[in-house]
């Protein structure tokens, strides 16, 4: 098989999708190659939270609000239920060795533009009633939303389609194709060569595999996380819950967590998320352990623990099933969206830990931008692949 578009995405997760949605809403003629089915990767392995609540003040929260609004537009254009809600999320402060920190964090924050509340006393009960009577407060993000990941990369992938792009599962990229000047002219894969003079990498953690056989060191590695899905059952939150310690384990630091060594360990924090179906899911760990991606029960049980303390209502529920991803780790928890500056023609999007389903509306966005030439949503000079090397 040899065939031609503009542009070839390599990856068919929720940032591939999403690149190749916005690409050809402009009319670009886009072949998307997957090695599995469409969101066969950590695009099926995860939540669907959409937060800026556990973002860095600055940059990292305001890129995230952006992805939120470019997000509402989506539900709009999209032609496939998502499963969309925006009921705001809450952080559970612990206690009060965390209070201080929770609202310094929380002015911070709010002072950057986000919508936030500081809930403390009664009103955390008022708020989310099953939760444990210790807790002290709640820090509330109002444009905080979640959806079903896959069903927003099937909604993405099928409205793609429908504007013209070729999608191609089952179908691995061997080998990015370089001419006798060095740019790229396409892809051989496992069903022939494909042939673009423009190519986005966006496989997630198998990305610096890619990257490698044209040279290129990308520095993303798979952190692996863990997720448990309850039995339907009447709600005990009304919407996202996760502890503040959740930040700590997310970008670093145990300090002014009250947690058992075995929990720091595995990066246990309890994230609590309701679904549209009734079912609830509960995570969340943080490991390097290579791309295993099998349960493993100990974690399991210490994920349930955590979220125990928090909910001890839920104490009877079942849980129905288990499963683990892993997030494209990067070292400063920032993804990369840029061109490649040694290899004319390739471009990276990946590496999005544990965001990329609320990150995937800006930086499909702002990737079509960068092929198109034209001016970019967002300033991307944190996001440059070479920002490492400096
Ligand atoms: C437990 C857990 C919970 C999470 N919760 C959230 C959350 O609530 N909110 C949020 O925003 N994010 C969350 N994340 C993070 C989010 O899931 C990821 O950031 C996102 O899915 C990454 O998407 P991706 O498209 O980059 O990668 P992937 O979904 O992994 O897609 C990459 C694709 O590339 C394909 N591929 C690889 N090699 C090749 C090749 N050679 N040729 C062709 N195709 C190839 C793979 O098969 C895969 O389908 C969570 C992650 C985990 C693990």
Known sequence: MTSAADVIVIGGGVIG????????????????VERGDVASGTSSACDGNILAIDKMPGYDSQVTLKSQQLLTELTESLDYDIEY?????????EDENQEQVARDWFARQKEAGLPMRYLAGKEVFEDEPLLARDVVGLVECASDASLNPMAFVYGLVDTARRAGAMVHPFTEATEILRDSVGTVCGVETTRGTMSANKVVLAAGVWTPAIAASVGVNVRIEPRKGHILVAERSPRPARRKVQEFGYLLTKFGGTEGRNVEAEMDRYGIAMVFEPTEHGNFLIGSSREFVG????????????????ALRFFPRIRDIHVIRSYAGLRPYTPDHLPIV????????????????????????????????MILGEPTSITTEPLRLDRFDQ
């Open 17 to 32: 999708s999403a690149v190749t949605y916005y690409l050809s809403r402009e009319g670009v003629k886009v072949s998307l």
């Open 291 to 306: 791309f295993d991606r099998c349960c493993n029960h100990h974690v399991l049980e210490l994920m349930a623990r955590r």
């Open 338 to 369: 840029s061109p490649v500056p040694t290899v004319p023609g390739l471009y990276i999007a990946a590496g999005h830990e544990g965001d990329g389903i609320g990150l995937a509306p800006i930086t499909g966005k702002v990737t079509s931008e």
């Open 85 to 93: 809600t925006q009921r705001g999320s809450v952080l559970v402060v």
